[in-house]
């Protein structure tokens, strides 16, 4: 099993950086896929950005050019981590952020973090 745990929201000012953290721990060596997604207010949750293993990845229109995906397989504290660095961030980017890993145990099993709350206001 893979179990996740999720850091780096908070409050920014328009134009403003983030940087969103979520470390998996378990059996990180079947993790397939690694993602941010959010759901902001009345809204149903969007994918942001996902990178399959080997380097792929895809973002949301809205996010391009703005938000970096990357991550990172630590072998000494048995733990792969997966960032989103947030720039230039908009009101618009206001929603409550969720890593999500897709992993292999017989069969694929998805496993969501806690979520992290993010708010761009002035």
């Known amino acids: 099993q893979v179990q996740l745990v999720e850091s780096g929201g908070g409050l920014v000012q328009p134009g403003g950086s983030l940087r969103l953290s979520c470390a998996a721990s378990?059996?990180?060596?079947?993790?397939?896929?690694m993602a941010w997604y959010r759901q902001a207010p009345g809204k149903e949750r969007e994918l942001v950005a996902a990178?399959?293993?080997?380097?792929?990845?895809?973002?949301?229109?809205s996010v391009k050019g703005r938000f970096t995906i990357s991550r990172v397989n630590a072998r000494v504290n048995a733990k792969n981590t997966v960032y989103l660095q947030m720039n230039s961030l908009k009101p618009e980017d206001t929603a409550v952020y969720y890593c999500?890993?897709?992993?292999?145990?017989?069969?694929?099993?998805?496993?969501w973090g806690q979520g992290t709350l993010v708010t761009v206001s002035s």
């Open positions: 999500k890993v897709l992993y292999y145990s017989g069969r694929y099993l998805e496993v």
């Open positions: 990178q399959i293993s080997g380097g792929i990845t895809n973002y949301a229109d």
């Open positions: 378990g059996s990180i060596f079947s993790i397939d896929t």
